[in-house]
């Protein structure tokens, strides 16, 4: 345990020590709070029409600092709004989908043999769809809305960590801490959660940093194409869809909310590439 709590605390440093992954977390950071905290610095919300300033510009002097849309409503507000949509699907998203994905491919992968086999059977027969068209299809089935939208995503997502955590589990069922934990009389549960899951740890925290903005952009597609979060709830996919719709006449409205989504992808995959590096055991 000690050693892996070392080996853990080495693996941060690393991280620590890339700048570019830093400077993307702690802008991330910032993008998160002000999604989250910046309506309430407001004194409407971003359903609110505002009759006096009908698709009023850019103006700091004004209530409305980045303007309004066709309806009166803040953009700001609503481009912050829409971002803790996005954010709280992306990452709730990721992490249950992660956690899923984990659990279904330590099982697999531990107990081997003919459930395995079945299993996996059972996620190769899910690959076989198109994403977009079984995504539509759940949602549908699941009466729309953001539930419906939020278990749709996350049904489709689960399926590649399992398929990674499976390969993982498979080989640490034949290490000797295993072995030992077996003729000890743990339970084969017991062991899946205590030793093959926590041992998968470092390929878990990696893949989930890009899982996270693969559930970001799933929503926002979604959204885009109108079977996402749907008005007047604002997410940055519905907000880039009205914004590329008005793009000839008032290119701010694209602007915003995109660049806002770009920033936050990029940021991701900049901590990803972090920490893959911090966590790769042949980059030691």
């Excluded at 009759?51 to 507000?77: E, K, M, N, Q």
């Excluded at 086999?117 to 076989?128: I, N, P, T």
Aim: hydrophobic content about 55%; glycine content about 10%.
């Amino acid at each position: 345990m000690a050693r892996s709590l070392s080996t853990f605390r080495l693996q941060l440093r690393r991280f620590a020590a890339n700048r570019l992954a830093m400077v993307s977390l702690a802008l991330l950071v910032l993008i998160a709070l002000g999604c989250f905290l910046g309506p309430y610095a407001f004194p409407f919300n971003g359903e609110d029409a505002d009759f006096d300033f009908i698709s009023a510009p850019i103006d700091f002097g004004s209530p409305h600092w980045f303007g309004t849309d066709d309806f009166g409503r803040d953009l700001l507000v609503r481009v912050l709004e829409g971002g803790r949509v996005s954010l709280s699907i992306g990452f709730l998203g990721a992490l249950t989908a992660g956690g899923i994905g984990i659990l279904y491919g330590a099982v697999a992968g531990y107990a081997g043999g003919r459930a395995d086999r079945l299993m996996m059977r059972a996620v190769e027969v899910l690959y076989g769809f198109p994403y977009v068209i079984l995504v539509i299809l759940l949602s549908l089935l699941f009466g729309g809305g953001n539930l419906a939208l939020f278990a749709a995503i996350v049904f489709t997502l689960w399926l590649t960590p399992a398929v990674i955590v499976r390969a993982q589990a498979q080989s640490l069922a034949k290490r000797e801490f295993v072995e030992a934990a077996r003729a000890g009389g743990m339970t084969p549960w017991s062991i899946v959660v205590e030793h093959i899951v926590p041992n998968c740890a470092s390929v878990v925290i990696v893949y989930g940093a890009l899982l996270v903005p693969e559930v970001i952009l799933s929503e926002s597609f979604l959204s885009f194409l109108g079977i996402g979060i749907k008005e007047p709830q604002a997410s940055w996919g519905n907000l880039i869809e009205t914004g590329t719709a008005a793009m000839d006449t008032d290119l701010r409205l694209l602007l915003l909310p995109g660049g806002l989504l770009a920033a936050v992808l990029f940021c991701l995959n900049f901590i990803a590439d972090g920490l893959r590096d911090a966590f790769d055991p042949n980059d030691r």
